[in-house]
C-alpha cells in the first residue's frame, strides 16, 4: 500500500520565492528551483482535491451551445554535455447542441535522449451523451492509449475500448446523489511483438455522493471494466473537510484492481491539505 501527504500553503515564504526569480542568481543558487518545487506540490494536492469535484453531480451539465475547447503544446531542447529534447501537445474540444454534448481530448508526448527515443505516448478519448430528461440518459465512450516503443510481448503497444449504453440518477437531491451507468463494447489490445486480440468489453460506473453537513461530504467513485481477458477495477473513496475558509483536508482511499497482473491489488492511501495565512 503506498500512503502520500501531502500539505500546501500559501506562506510569507513562498509569496517571498515568488518574487526571487527576477534575479539573475536564481538559477545559480537554487531558489528558482525551490520556488518550481513549490509549485509542484500545490498543483499536486489542489489536482487530489479535484477529485471529488463532479460537474455533474446533481444535474446535467450545461456548456456553451456550438463549439469551444483549448489546446496547448509545449517543446524543450537541450545540448551541450548531453542532447535530449521534448514535446509535448494536447487539445480538448467540445461541441454542444441542445441535449446532444460531444467531447474530444488528445494528448500526445514525445522525447529523444541522444537521438534516441525515450517516450513515444499518444492518448486520446471520445465522450458522447444525450440526455432525455433529469435523470435518465445515453453514453458512447471511446479511448484509445498507444505507446510506440512497446517491443516485447509484456509491453502494450495499444489498448483501446469503444462503447455505449444508458445512465440513470437513482438519487438526486442536495445531501445525497448517487448516478450509475452501464455499457457494452468492443475492447482491442496490442503488445509489443504485434500479438493483438479483439474481445467484447463491459463497462460499468458509479458516482455516490453525501454530505454529512455544510463542512463535511464523502465520495465514493467506481469504475469497471471486463473482457474476457481481464477484470479492472476502480474505487475512489473520499471525504473532504472544511475546517474554515482557510483551511480544507481531503483524505482517501484508492483501489485499483486488475487480475491479469502478479499483484491484483494496490490500494493507496492520501492525506492533502490546503493552508491559507
Known sequence: MTMTLRIAGVSTLALLLAGAPVFAQATLTGTEALNDRLDDINEAVTDDLERAEDNARF???????????????????KTGNNESQEFSAGARMRYAQGNWVQTVGIALDFA?????????????????????????????????????????ASDTQTDAFLGFGPGYRVVNTPDMTWRVQAGIGVRYEK??????????????????????????????????LKSDSSLAINNDLGVNFKMTDAFSTRVSYLTEYNDSRAIRTDNKLGVSLVMGF
Do not use: H, M, W
Open 112 to 152: 529523444d535522449v541522444e537521438g534516441v527515443k525515450s517516450k513515444e505516448d499518444v492518448f486520446g478519448v471520445y465522450d458522447a451523451n444525450y440526455y432525455f430528461n433529469d435523470s435518465f440518459y445515453g453514453f458512447v465512450l471511446g479511448r484509445v492509449e498507444s505507446n510506440g516503443l512497446a517491443a516485447t
Open 191 to 224: 503488445d509489443g511483438a504485434d500479438n493483438s486480440e479483439t474481445d467484447t468489453g463491459y463497462i460499468a460506473s458509479s458516482r455516490f455522493f453525501y454530505k454529512f453537513n455544510e463542512n463535511i461530504f464523502a465520495t465514493n467513485d467506481t469504475d469497471i
Open 59 to 77: 444535474g446535467n451539465p450545461e456548456f456553451q451551445q456550438g463549439l469551444s475547447g483549448s489546446a496547448s503544446l509545449g517543446y524543450s531542447g
